[in-house]
């Protein structure tokens, strides 16, 4: 689909076509949530299109103090869509955040990282271009519960999928097919329930711009993903929120309520984002060479070594939640050992299968969709660079047998290193290994992430008891 205006004079245009009334100026936050602020179509000029439109930074978790909140959202005209869910015709465009005290792109802008690295990647001379296809995959559910209290916690969540639901009473009676756990890979209705909900998701994904090639049930109970077409880095991140934005809203206006939280359902597999990457330069993909294994080039191999060698302080990044974790479980889809293999889902990085020199990449199966889209495919492509930069990082690989079947002992042996277990060892490793982020990223910027992200979730989740705590330790 692609875009649909390429300048202010075709945005005009397309807002004329559209009897637009409302325009949408969208942001994304360093955790990844979409912001939003709506003026009535009349009130933008183009000098705003071109200059700016102010807002308060300071309301922004983790963003400017109060004494310095003034600042300028960057619309960006070539993200112009109509958004398909709003009872009155309204354009949204995705923004950047200037920072009018620098006189420059903001530093705690997500998106703004995301354009530096390219920008880095660049400058550095090794490609001018950079392909990512995330794969987002998302749970619906028919209901969901949490509390959080000083004397009880809980959660539930509810789907006429769930096998827990075999005796559930139904006003219409319960028609009993049912996936089962680990049992919804690709079966067809009844089974499958969510199949008219995923086709009108994926017509509306392209009604926004992106290019749909498929949709399934994934392999958990109640658990789907579309499959998108790959793009630049910042387009790939700028279709992720809109993935994000349109499932979730179909879901809720059906009555249902989608989620991409990474492990939502225990004993059963997670959602993850897996994350396809190549390098081009003059119209050559980087990865690529015929007869060596997978046909990977040694600039894709020193590029993968550079995600593995910073894995603690890309995990920071990539799995930023301290759910992340519960999904990094050996047996679910979600490898944590830091090998490669073609073909093989068992390993942190799958070599996909029959690739030619157009298709050849790398797949990061560990990262999932609690990741900011632009600092997740920043931080990647910056620990690869990194790794190509110095020629390589010693690197286990390749390994095509089953890496869930090793036991702990078995992984210590072959000496193969693993993701990190929690998201406090990620922050920590982002703490004491950060050099290969400051091209790109400033300090404060790494210092204000990792202070925001301990305080936001790590403490507070290490802090309090948990149901399975109280079976396993109240009575001894």
């Known amino acids: 689909m692609g875009k649909f205006v390429n300048n202010i004079a075709e945005y005009r245009k397309f807002c004329e076509e559209n009897e637009v009334e409302f325009v949408d100026f969208r942001f994304t936050d360093i955790k990844g949530a979409w912001h939003h602020i709506s003026y009535r179509a009349s009130a933008v000029e183009d000098s705003m299109l071109e200059n700016g439109i102010p807002f308060d930074g300071s309301s922004i978790e983790a963003w400017q103090p109060i004494n310095f ?33 620098e006189n420059e792109l903001y530093a705690k802008c997500p998106r703004s990282i995301a354009k530096k690295t390219l920008k880095y990647m660049e400058e550095v001379g090794i490609g001018d271009d950079a392909y990512f296809g995330p794969e987002n995959e998302f749970f619906i559910f028919d209901d969901v519960k949490f509390s959080d209290k000083i004397n009880s916690a809980s959660y539930s969540v509810e789907s006429e999928e769930g096998g827990w639901s075999s005796d559930t009473e139904y006003e219409f009676g319960n028609m009993g097919h049912r996936p089962g756990t680990k049992g919804g890979y690709f079966p067809t209705m009844p089974t499958d329930s969510m199949v008219d909900l995923r086709a009108e998701m994926m017509l509306l994904l392209e009604e926004v711009g992106l290019t749909v090639m498929l949709g399934h049930h994934e392999v958990a109970q109640a658990q789907g993903e579309i499959g998108i077409k790959f793009g630049g880095l910042i387009e790939a991140a700028d279709n992720v929120q809109k993935y994000k934005y349109v499932v979730k809203m179909v879901a809720h206006l059906n009555g249902k309520t989608a989620t991409f939280m990474p492990k939502p359902l225990y004993g059963d597999n997670g959602n993850g984002m897996h994350v396809h990457q190549s390098i081009w330069k003059d119209g050559k993909n980087l990865f690529y060479k015929e007869g060596e294994y997978a046909n990977l080039s040694k600039t894709a191999l020193d590029y993968l070594s550079g995600i593995f060698k910073h894995s603690d302080a890309v995990a920071a990044f990539t799995n930023p939640s301290t759910n992340s974790y519960k999904r990094l479980l050996p047996g679910y889809e979600a490898p944590s050992i830091l090998t490669y293999s073609s073909q093989n889902r068992s390993a942190a990085c799958r070599i996909p299968y029959g690739a030619g020199e157009m298709a050849t990449r790398i797949e990061t199966r560990f990262p999932d969709s609690t990741a900011c889209p632009y600092l997740c495919f920043s931080v990647l492509m910056l620990a690869g660079l990194d790794g190509i930069k110095n020629g390589g990082y010693p690197m286990v690989g390749p390994m095509d047998v089953d890496l869930f079947e090793l036991s702990l002992d078995e992984i210590r042996e072959k000496n193969i290193p693993q993701m990190p277990h929690t998201f406090r060892e990620a922050l920590e490793g982002l703490i004491s290994d950060h050099d290969f982020l ?9 210092e204000t992430y990792q202070h925001y992200q301990f305080e936001r979730q790590v403490i507070p989740d290490e802090g309090r008891p948990t149901a399975f705590e109280f079976i396993s330790t109240y009575s001894c």
């Open 69 to 101: 909140s003034d600042m300028l959202l960057k619309p960006d005209v070539e993200t112009a869509f109509m958004d398909p869910f709003t009872a009155d015709s309204t354009v949204i465009l995705i923004c950047d955040v200037y920072d009018i005290y």
């Open 438 to 446: 400051l091209p790109v990223m400033t300090k404060d910027f790494i």
